[in-house]
């Protein structure tokens, strides 16, 4: 099984994921309790839009998918659903659902339209270069210890949220909530480069609704979470390099397995309390 890691570019894959993973799924924890599921892939999906502009355009390859990101971020945190009859959820899956059109018509029209548009899905994890995964490592470091220093008040907005009491919402809860679409922000644009759209989306997901199906208390389900974020990236790489599959949609048909599995947990769970309380 570990043979793989004899080849350097499955060693450098391996890192990316660890890594993307490790906060990436961190975040996930915040964004499954605020529900808000569709801003991960809202996110990657405007970030993967910026990339496609400016390889059409053939400007700003570096900086415009931030900037796109960016904007993006602030724009979502600024939504405010006053009409009871509608949900954040549904607004941002039509930003989701307009960016990923776009983003596909423009790819559509540089060079590479097919094979760009897999890049965009599923990205070029196996690619992986020193200098890409140096970046990766840098910013994610940054973000890491700011979310570390500032846990106590991202935890409190994200259970404030959880409970539905944003009513009252002032200058200071806003501000704390838009650091943290900031920061998910930069975190997006930087993993998606390097693992794609649906990768990026799966680790922001997954292991933290798959760690809420099995445990209640904080702790164990951020240590869960990030544990099922490296076994999924090892196993992932694992299955690609086994049987000669693309890396990307290995990682997310894994983690598939690893929710099926959280989910046949909880029912299990639920049944034995049952049993003992009758």
């Not at 599923?122 to 973000?143: H, M, N």
């Not at 990026?200 to 869960?224: E, G, K, N, Q």
Request: include cysteine.
């Amino acid at each position: 099984m570990f043979e793989m890691f004899n080849l350097s570019f499955m060693v450098m894959a391996f890192w990316a994921t660890l890594i993307m993973g490790l906060l990436l799924s961190y975040l996930g924890i915040h964004v499954i309790g605020r529900g808000i599921v569709f801003v991960d892939l809202a996110l990657g999906q405007i970030s993967s839009l910026g990339v496609a502009f400016s390889q059409f355009t053939h400007i700003g390859e570096e900086w415009l998918p931030i900037v796109f990101t960016l904007v993006g971020a602030v724009l979502l945190s600024l939504i405010h659903i006053e009409d009871k009859r509608l949900r954040l959820e549904a607004i941002i899956g039509i930003i989701y659902v307009v960016a990923a059109a776009t983003t596909v018509l423009v790819i559509s029209k540089t060079p590479h339209g097919e094979a760009d548009i897999q890049e965009v899905l599923f990205g070029t994890l196996l690619a992986t270069s020193s200098s890409e995964l140096l970046k990766l490592g840098i910013v994610f470091s940054v973000l890491a210890i700011l979310h570390i220093a500032f846990s106590k008040h991202i935890f409190r907005i994200t259970e404030c949220m959880e409970a539905g009491d944003i009513a009252n919402f002032g200058v200071k809860e806003r501000a704390w909530n838009f650091f943290f679409y900031l920061s998910i922000g930069l975190a997006i644009v930087y993993a998606v480069r390097i693992g794609g759209v649906m990768p990026v989306f799966a680790y922001l997901v997954v292991p933290a609704v798959s760690a809420v199906l099995v445990a209640r208390r904080t702790w164990i389900i951020i240590t869960i979470t990030l544990f099922n974020s490296v076994i999924a990236g090892f196993i992932g790489l694992w299955f690609s390099y086994t049987f000669d599959f693309p890396a990307g949609p290995s990682i997310v048909a894994i983690f598939g397995v690893i929710c099926l599995g959280a989910a046949i947990m909880r029912y299990i769970q639920k049944k034995t309390v049952t049993n003992n309380q009758t």
